[in-house]
């Protein structure tokens, strides 16, 4: 590898890059025309987010991409954001910004590596192959060295990859641990062939959740690409804001978003909407990945038993045995995931403070929280809902 420096440049827009630039580092695996491991660091979705003023001025979330050059190529790049808030990131400090300013700081703005409202495992370090070692290290030292030259309090890298988390630990950032529950494809020939694999009780359960859920009084429809009509967006779009308003206060993402996900990435979606008398009455929203279904949003005007549970989780296993792909990756939070078939997994992030005394008060924290959310992990999954020692029960 040559010795010549990585250029470190900000970029506030992703219009100032090419998108096959952009993608090279993002998603070379989709060159063969097959899907980007995850599509939430591809061009056109972060585009998306800017584009339909998602992110950008007002909502808290600035771009301030980065980007690694050696010898005038593009070698690496990551989603960097300025945010005077901590909404929409899943893995949340807010109790270390309340710390942080009582003690006198000034804990915003700071800032985030991620995928904004996108609580989904993936790269946010975006290197070339080839470049990996130096263009990750670059990447890293370019961001702290922005945080240090600005005197801002913070940053953060979340949802990263373990590989990641491993990089950045080395290079002296603190890693913390946190918890999803993923479903994973045993290789399953069916519905019928995973729930074979579960306890009894809880194999009878889920189906009965089923048999209620789709007694609601009307249909259950999965759609992909052209068969996305606007209606249905129009009918999401009303779930998703009453979701948001209850959750958050007001939703995340603006009306055009989706508009412009049909135009360039319907076929990267799988809409599951619960239809009744001709009218959707709820609906939850995939991403599709190379090999992992990603859930992400979900809403309803009515309320029936166990419709959330068929929609989101229920479908999404059909989804992805009908699909080939070995994970089902639900979104944040959600213990009641684990009796559905959803087993807990650690997922992790990466984060530099400033202030040194402060960054050793956060790294104890950190370890006494790694702890306990492994320990909750072995607990969670000795109660999962899958048979013990494969001793065959009866039907």
Aim: with cysteine; net charge negative; aromatic share 12%.
């Amino acid at each position: 590898m040559s010795d010549t420096p990585v250029e470190i440049e900000i970029v506030q827009s992703l219009s100032q890059i090419a998108p096959e630039d952009w993608d090279a580092c993002a998603c070379p695996e989709s060159f063969d025309g097959g899907a980007p491991d995850d599509p939430f660091t591809t061009y056109r979705f972060l585009n998306a987010l800017e584009q339909s003023g998602s992110v950008g001025q007002g909502t808290g979330w600035q771009p301030q991409y980065l980007t690694a050059k050696l010898n005038g190529e593009l070698i690496g790049v990551a989603p960097l954001y300025a945010k005077n808030h901590s909404q929409g990131e899943y893995i949340f400090d807010h109790n270390w910004a309340h710390a942080y300013e009582n003690a006198g700081g000034r804990y915003y703005p700071k800032l985030q590596v991620a995928v904004p409202f996108t609580p989904a495992t993936g790269r946010r370090l975006l290197v070339k192959p080839e470049f990996e070692q130096v263009g990750q290290s670059a990447l890293i030292q370019g961001a702290v060295q922005l945080a240090a030259n600005n005197e801002i309090s913070s940053l953060h890298l979340t949802f990263c990859t373990e590989q990641e988390m491993h990089a950045g630990v080395e290079m002296g950032l603190l890693a913390r641990a946190s918890q999803q529950f993923h479903w994973m494809n045993d290789d399953y020939e069916s519905f019928d062939a995973f729930l074979a694999s579960l306890a009894s009780r809880k194999r009878k359960n889920i189906r009965k959740e089923r048999e209620q859920a789709n007694a609601f009084g009307g249909t259950i429809r999965a759609l992909t690409g052209d068969d996305i009509q606007p209606e249905h967006w129009d009918a999401f779009w009303q779930f998703y804001q009453d979701t948001g308003a209850r959750k958050w206060g007001t939703p995340y993402l603006t009306r055009q978003f989706f508009d412009i996900v049909q135009e360039r990435m319907r076929d990267d979606v799988i809409l599951v909407l619960a239809e009744r008398d001709g009218m959707p009455v709820a609906g939850a929203l995939n991403f599709i990945g190379r090999d992992v279904l990603y859930g992400r949003y979900w809403g309803c005007v009515e309320d029936h038993p166990c419709l959330h549970f068929e929609l989101c989780y229920y479908r999404a296993i059909d989804a992805a045995i009908e699909r080939g792909l070995s994970r089902v990756e639900a979104g944040a939070q959600g213990e009641h995931k684990l009796a559905r078939g959803y087993l807990p997994v650690t997922t992790h992030s990466l984060h530099w403070v400033g202030d040194k005394g402060f960054s050793e008060a956060i790294e104890r924290y950190l370890v006494a929280e790694r702890e306990a959310i492994e320990e909750n992990i072995d607990v969670l999954t000795d109660y999962g809902p899958f048979k013990k020692n494969n001793v065959e029960e009866q039907q």
